[in-house]
């Protein structure tokens, strides 16, 4: 089926309006069940005319948006119409409709392998797609929701003026089109190109998900393990991640090929994307023996911290929620796949220590308490 509006055709209308709304939120869907959409992470957005365009609400989860959750917001000075509060990147999408008048329909994703090469140091990403040479331009990292990211992406359209997707570097994907159809395609299309560039020049071949190993749950203080065969030394490891971390109800352990590679090679993992630090934290150790100093504690369990490594194991991805758990280990597999990426090509872009607390204090005080309650 054909999307979107096609030529800059201004929307004026209360039906049209409603449509275009409707629009965004079937490719937020596509675009979450193809993998590229996770959460409330990432945004999409449709101009309406020369001066304003419709964009997707901050903290919500696409599963639960509406048609009046689309937030209308001035190109020029960013206000908004409404109670709903758009995308804290809002100043990045109108950039790009300013940069770009042809361009009608943007995908701001976080999608896994275009985001792992935007970890690289790279301004461009030179890699191909389906026998075509393709040039993926690469924005200069700023913090997520400031106009320093907003006009480094503006100067990255000008001096790319052809390319319809850049990558924003340590965040994500911008992905732009006349059509709906346009920057879908444009986003499947950098995921296909990036994997190859991990594959042939990283030697990163690793299948993105979450392979679970032994979950646990609290009930009523008691913890439930989802697996009657949980060994005892894998108890005794959730038994402190409760004991320690009083505000945790959920344990996802994650067992997947990025994630045991990491666990296995005995380091202290840095940042490498907004994502990690902001949902899993900013210093995650991974244990380099099974004793540990004292002999006796051995897994770095820290407040804040929302990933426990394992020796060889994996690593314990925690939560007040299932969905919280699930989405820590979604991202630390994301994380891993950079890590080993970075390793592999000797060179990459870490954030700052700084520029990671913040983005992880700004998460947990206000971020992840939208989120949970719009989404509920």
Sequence with gaps: MKLGFVGNMAITTNEELLEARKLIIEVSRQLHDAGLLVRTWGNISQRVDDNSFLITPSGIKYEDLTPEMIVKVNINDLSYEGDVLPSSEKAVHAACYKARPDVDFIVHTHQIYASCVGTLGLKKVLTYYDDTDVVIPVAPYALPGTEKLATNVAETIKKFPDANGLIMAN???????????????????MEVASRNFLVDVCKTDMTHGVCTGYNSHLENGVIVYDSPDTPIRVKEIHEKIYKRRP???????????AVMTVSRRASHMRPLLDDFAQ???????????????????YHNIRKNVNAVFSLNDGAYCV????????????????????YI????????????????????????????????????
């Excluded at 945790?248 to 067992?255: E, F, G, L």
């Excluded at 995650?284 to 023996?289: A, D, F, G, I």
């Excluded at 939560?319 to 991202?331: E, N």
């Excluded at 990671?356 to 939208?370: G, T």
Aim: charged content about 25%; overall charge positive.
């Design 247 to 257: 505000d945790v109800k959920y344990i996802v352990h994650n067992k997947s090929e």
């Design 319 to 338: 939560g007040s929620t299932y969905d919280d758990a699930m989405a820590v280990a979604i991202v630390l597999d994301k994380g891993c796949i950079a």
């Design 279 to 297: 949902l899993i934290g900013y210093s995650v150790k991974v244990p380099s023996n099974e004793h540990g100093k004292d002999g006796q504690s």
């Design 171 to 189: 965040h994500g994907t911008i992905c732009m089109g006349a059509t709906a159809d346009d920057a879908v395609f444009e986003a499947k299309k």
């Design 341 to 376: 990426a970075v390793m592999r090509n000797g060179e990459g872009h870490y954030l700052s220590f700084w520029e990671s607390y913040k983005m992880n204090r700004h998460y947990r005080k206000s971020y992840s308490k939208l989120a949970d309650k719009k989404g509920n």
